[in-house]
């Protein structure tokens, strides 16, 4: 039986790509997806998993690293395990630093690629170019699509679909291209295996499309209308069930205890009643676009009415594409697309406290499209409604969806804007105010700040937040450390200690209460106390390279200085290309005056941070003021201080008094004069102690260079 004309097999392979209607479209269609998305080259980081991924990820900041390539791909990240994903954001920061503007462009740009693919694939499988268009356009414009785009931790979300949609397109080519019994089909299982790749590198990045080889099996029946049996078709995908049972297992083992919400916190019940509301609240989000936000909360229970009106709504679409399956085959495959594509994501096993999420829809709602968009394909024919007039229909609804994008894009412009409408169209939102706080107080809007975080706990008390690096934490314990934070800021140590305290009873194993404790209590003069905290810190969290740093600089304050440099190794070598392990090793070797192993240090801290300007002016003070001849290089310490100075523009009295010691021990005494005078000038602008200064121009003024014993306390004595 010969196709029908709509559904008969598309061009392949180089008459497809020559097709001079398809590369203009293809190319208009990608340059008005950059367009619409270009204010995002103009955002901020979102102190939202932005944080986890980039910001506060020393390892990403690294850049592309053999070290770096080793931690994308071995242990939990973020509660995942996603290593392409990891590897994107290191070729980010290895290329363009922490410029947000270029990693939200990069963003961009794989949503562009993607909109393009999905265009290919779609006329690819039907023929039907009208179509194909419009399915891209919808999914390039749509506002449900802004979060996955405009959100720098969403890179998995672009980059997976990326992959995804390569290997459809592959399977797609591997079916369409076959070969009359007897003629060599290498190439044609070269596609298939093709595909088989690109799925694996999809799961990397994300393992959002572990449904894939269902859909493979829903496109056989329409469009591609395979021949061959069921059973056979199931059978030919066993690569891809078995990528997915992997993913699956990984992803298990990668959120669980961390990220994975128990039975307890979330019964089963209320997981059920979440799906079916959420689905019904996806199809809806997807026709009208309004109320977005970056967080919607769990509730503890919905209504009845909530209940049956999502069943009633999900029930009848299901019988009416299954009754509508052999003249329309569109709508089955569409709908189950959608459905299907939700399962991972749709809150049986719960991960966090949200009850859905736009950037969930990212390549689900493709189902949508395709059932109203080849629907209407289909009523065009049957109704003979004029071609002309469905154009500008669809016209209108395309430039809404701009529009309505172009607006969703301003509140993604930082993480106040964003938390300030999700608030405003979520209600009663205690995760979206304690984020709305933290943006206050980085800001240092302190007050505000404490405010916010008042009302989530009065929203939200007993709710769970999924924190930075993907594990999950009491709302009101991660509230309660925040407060600590803000009354740390405030210069309120006393607050501060309380609040860690109180948030150290609630939840026994919070690191960062232990460290920030350790902090504020060694500042304070509580040596042991400190102490305690900062091993009790290290023993939850052994893998983590500043609790070992932490603990080495206490060991050294309390004369344990082999345990402190056995402490000082291990942060080194958790994070090999980190500098400041090296730095603080030279600094614990000066309290002990061991000027010479100080130097060593110093020195390899410069060979991984060259630019690190108090390295440079711990080593140029050494080089010039060290009582062993065999150490000092007044040289070799001018240059090293005189790039300091320039790294902090001559204004940093520290440094400035570094250059006047090296000037002196180089014999450039009056260079060490005027140089000590302008330390002074910004010494006492500062409010700082001038006594030792003071005591160094005098010696500059007769002629001697000043030394240091690099002890507890430094000689005041000249040469």
């Known amino acids: 039986m010969k196709p029908s004309k709509k559904n008969r097999p598309a061009q392949s392979g180089p008459e497809f790509i020559a097709d001079p209607r398809t590369r203009l479209a293809g190319l208009l269609l990608a340059l008005v997806t950059v367009l619409v998305y270009l204010p995002v080259c103009f955002h901020a980081f979102i102190d939202f998993d932005d944080p986890s991924y980039v910001t506060d990820n020393a390892t990403v900041q690294g850049g592309l690293t053999w070290h770096g390539f080793i931690w994308a791909f071995s242990g939990w990240h973020a509660s995942n395990w996603h290593s392409l994903t990891w590897l994107s954001h290191q070729l980010d920061c290895q290329l363009f630093g922490l410029n947000a503007g270029a990693h939200h462009f990069i963003n961009v740009l794989f949503h562009t690629m993607n909109v393009v693919l999905l265009f290919r694939l779609w006329q690819r499988l039907t023929n039907a170019f009208w179509p194909a268009l419009c399915v891209a356009a919808l999914f390039a414009w749509h506002p449900l699509h802004v979060e996955s785009v405009a959100w720098i931790a969403e890179r998995k979300d672009v980059l997976s679909t990326f992959f995804g949609l390569l290997a459809l397109l592959a399977y797609v080519r591997f079916v369409k291209s076959r070969r009359p019994s007897g003629q060599d089909s290498s190439g044609r299982q070269k596609d298939f295996w093709l595909a088989v790749v690109f799925f694996a590198l999809s799961l990397m990045a994300k393992p959002m499309l572990v449904t894939l080889p269902f859909l493979l099996l829903l496109l056989d029946q329409w469009p591609l209308n395979r021949p061959a049996g069921f059973t056979r078709r199931l059978l030919e995908k066993w690569p891809f069930f078995l990528l997915t049972a992997a993913s699956c297992v990984v992803t298990f083992l990668a959120q669980r205890g961390q990220a994975v919400i128990s039975l307890q916190e979330v019964p089963l019940g209320l997981r059920l009643e979440n ?194 690096g993907g594990g999950k934490r009491s709302l009101a314990v991660q509230v309660e450390l925040l407060r600590g934070q803000a009354a740390e800021k405030a210069g309120n140590a006393a607050d501060a200690i309380a609040r860690y305290n109180e948030a150290l009873r609630q939840d026994p194993n919070l690191i960062e209460a232990h460290n920030n404790l350790g902090n504020l209590l060694a500042a304070a003069g509580q040596p042991e106390a400190a102490l305690a905290h900062y091993q009790a810190a290290v023993q939850l969290q052994p893998g983590q390279s500043h609790g070992h740093a932490n603990l080495g600089t206490q060991l050294a304050e309390l004369g344990r200085l082999p345990e402190a440099m056995a402490e000082y190794a291990e942060a080194a070598r958790l994070e090999p290309g980190a500098a400041h392990p090296y730095y603080l090793m030279g600094r614990a070797y000066l309290r002990y005056g061991q000027s010479a192993e100080a130097v060593a240090k110093f020195q390899e801290a410069l060979q991984r941070e060259p630019d690190d300007y108090q390295t440079l002016t711990y080593l140029a003070r050494v080089l010039a003021t060290a009582e062993d001849p065999q150490v000092r290089n007044g040289t070799q310490a001018v240059a090293l201080a005189e790039k300091a100075n320039a790294l902090t523009h001559g204004e940093q009295p520290f440094v400035l008094g570094t250059l006047a010691m090296a000037y002196a021990g180089a014999g450039r005494f009056a260079d060490a004069q005027q140089t000590a005078k302008t330390a002074l000038q910004h010494a006492a602008a500062a409010g700082q102690d001038l006594t030792a200064l003071q005591e160094q121009l005098r010696l500059y003024e007769a002629n001697q260079a000043w030394l240091e014993t690099f002890s507890n306390t430094p000689a005041k004595t000249g040469r």
Not at 364 to 381: D, K, M, N, R, T
């Open 275 to 468: 799906a079916l509301v959420a689905c019904a609240g996806y199809l809806g989000k997807t026709v009208w676009p309004t109320g977005l936000g970056a967080f919607y909360p769990l509730p503890d229970h919905y209504s009845a009415a909530q209940i049956g009106i999502s069943i009633v709504v999900l029930v009848a679409i299901s019988v009416l594409a299954w009754r509508m399956r052999k003249h329309s085959g569109y709508f089955l495959t569409g709908w189950l697309w959608f459905l299907g594509m939700l399962v991972p994501v749709i809150g049986l096993v719960q991960v966090g406290d949200q009850a859905m999420a736009d950037r969930y829809t990212y390549l689900p709602a493709v189902g949508l499209f395709v059932v109203v968009v080849f629907g209407l394909a289909e009523l065009q024919v049957r109704l003979n409604v004029s071609k002309t007039g469905l154009g500008v229909v669809a016209g209108l609804v395309l430039a809404g969806c701009v529009m309505v994008t172009e607006y969703q894009l301003t509140f993604w412009r930082d993480t106040e804007a964003l938390f300030t409408h999700t608030i405003a169209v979520t209600g009663n939102n205690g995760p979206a105010h304690m984020m709305l706080g933290v943006a206050y107080e980085r800001s240092g809007r302190l007050d505000e700040a404490l405010k916010q975080y008042d009302v989530a706990l009065r929203y939200a008390p007993a709710s769970t937040v999924q924190i930075e």
